[in-house]
């Protein structure tokens, strides 16, 4: 008789819908679809010709991403997320010190390379307590007043119709409180 197989967890696959995350601004990539289901930082396929050194003898070939899927802590979240990304974006993740501050990176060349799921994910985080948390600590610092609870997030061209963050909220939470993992892409 055989073992049996080990159990795999499933992924819950349980997101966020497209309708409740703001239009990502630089649109999906047309080249290299997959990017826009995971961190790439702008990696794709690559054509170019092998030459032989003694003949110069050239064949076509193509290079691709060097992609993993990854689970990385997300300390907002309290989650692990399961992730495809390029071993670069890992690095800059480890150096940055995890994929909160990764996803949190506001200058316009962190926001091309996170593409439309990295895009998903980032306003996701930023709607956790913990991150309301740093943004009014930020807020405060910068001698800026702070942000009413009335106050909407997001501008109301931004959001969908009958869609507001507490709604978002309290489905992470419950996602949260029965241990699903958040996935992107798949």
Not at 84 to 105: A, C, H, P, Q
Request: aromatic letters at 8%; zero cysteines; a positive charge.
């Amino acid at each position: 008789s055989t073992t049996s197989p080990l159990h795999r967890q499933k992924p819950s696959h349980l997101t966020v819908p497209a309708d409740q995350v703001p239009e990502y601004p630089y649109g999906r990539f047309r080249t290299y679809k997959q990017a826009n289901e995971g961190l790439f930082a702008g990696s794709k396929i690559r054509f170019g010709n092998v030459v032989a050194p003694d003949h110069g003898n050239k064949s076509r070939t193509s290079w691709l991403p060097n992609r993993h899927t990854k689970r990385l802590w997300s300390p907002s979240l309290g989650a692990f997320v399961r992730t495809r990304l390029t071993t670069n974006v890992l690095k800059t993740i480890d150096r940055l010190g995890g994929i909160d501050e990764y996803l949190l990176g506001s200058k316009t060349r962190r926001i091309k390379d996170l593409g439309p799921a990295g895009w998903a994910l980032r306003w996701k985080i930023m709607q956790t307590p913990a991150i309301r948390e740093r943004f009014a600590r930020e807020r405060a610092a910068l001698g800026l007043p702070p942000k009413e609870e009335g106050q909407e997030i997001l501008p109301g061209e931004l959001v969908a119709d009958g869609v507001t963050s507490d709604a978002v909220l309290s489905q992470v939470d419950g996602m949260l409180e029965r241990g699903d993992e958040f996935v992107i892409g798949e």
